[in-house]
């Protein structure tokens, strides 16, 4: 800070020694420790002051910062960074903008009303193009004949008429 050097600092004190006097020195040396002190103190303040100020500048600006990138939706930031000129877009939306043209237009050699109901397909027609697949008809299982009765009964638990009177 200041080029001074020890010889520099020696000639000091000894003018302040003949100067205040041996009785005078520590007196001295103790005020002038306690304005250095208060210096010190005093610039630590203005140092934590200017650093809050900064820090609450460089808050300010990420919160701008931060608005304008919640102000665009992050999918737009992302398509203009893949797809700069829009190539891709294009090229992915002609096909499909060319379906939903077929698609919305009429089929002109079958159209369907709303009155008209579609013919179902008999089953002799179906069996008929496709005789591999033809529909053979059982007879339905006998039925329980009366000497199974008994042992569908014996199969029956028994209860306990004292039991249940």
């Known amino acids: 800070m200041f080029d001074i050097g020890w010889s520099e600092m020696a000639i000091i004190a000894v003018v302040i020694l ?11 040396l103790k005020t002038f420790s306690h304005w250095m002190r208060a210096a010190r103190k005093l610039g630590s303040e203005f140092q934590s002051g200017v650093n809050e100020i900064v820090r609450d500048a460089e808050l300010e600006d990420a919160k701008r910062e931060l608005q304008k990138i919640s102000k665009q939706p992050i999918s737009d930031k992302i398509e203009k960074a893949i797809d700069p000129a829009g190539d891709l877009k ?3 939306n002609e096909p499909i ?6 698609l919305s237009e009429p089929a002109s050699d079958a159209t369907v ?3 008209a109901a579609p013919e179902k397909p008999s089953i002799a027609d179906m069996t008929a193009t496709m005789p591999s697949l033809a529909v053979t ?8 004949s009366p000497a199974s009765e008994p042992a569908l009964a014996a199969t029956e638990p028994k209860t306990d008429k004292s039991l249940s009177a």
């Open 18 to 28: 003949v100067v205040l006097g041996p009785k005078e020195l520590p007196h001295a």
């Open 90 to 92: 294009k090229a992915i």
């Open 97 to 102: 903008a060319e379906t939903k043209a077929a």
């Open 113 to 115: 009303t709303a009155d």
């Open 137 to 144: 008809t059982e007879a339905p299982p006998p039925a329980a």
